[in-house]
């Protein structure tokens, strides 16, 4: 079955980075769209950025500018690289794979910024 495992998460203080990775396996990775989405206590899960299987990509206005997505199709990975990091950054970060038919999350990795 597909299985995603996000790592990368930790705490780190505002103005820092971090680079989250998305494993996946039992796919085929390069034919699926991949996107990270982020879950802060309350609220809802929201879409931070997506890459389709052709590279193209799109980010949320909050992160535009520092955030980047990527994906190695030889590695089946997807990655969120994370700069000048800020408080309300802070959230559940999970990866999704999408084959057009369903979408298969896995189980988030935790980000905290401090101030």
């Known amino acids: 079955q597909v299985q995603l495992v996000e790592s990368g998460g930790g705490l780190v203080q505002a103005g820092g980075s971090l680079r989250l990775s998305c494993a996946t396996s039992?796919?085929?990775?390069?034919?699926?769209?991949m996107g990270w989405y982020r879950q802060a206590p309350g609220k809802q899960r929201d879409l931070v950025a997506a890459i389709t299987r052709e590279g193209s990509t799109d980010y949320a206005t909050s992160v535009k500018g520092r955030f980047t997505i990527s994906r190695d199709n030889a590695k089946n990975t997807a990655y969120l690289q994370m700069n000048s990091l800020k408080p309300e950054d802070t959230a559940i970060y999970y990866c999704k794979e999408s084959n057009g038919w369903r979408d298969y999350w896995g189980q988030g990795t935790q980000v905290t910024v401090s101030s």
């Open positions: 039992g796919s085929i990775f390069s034919l699926n769209g």
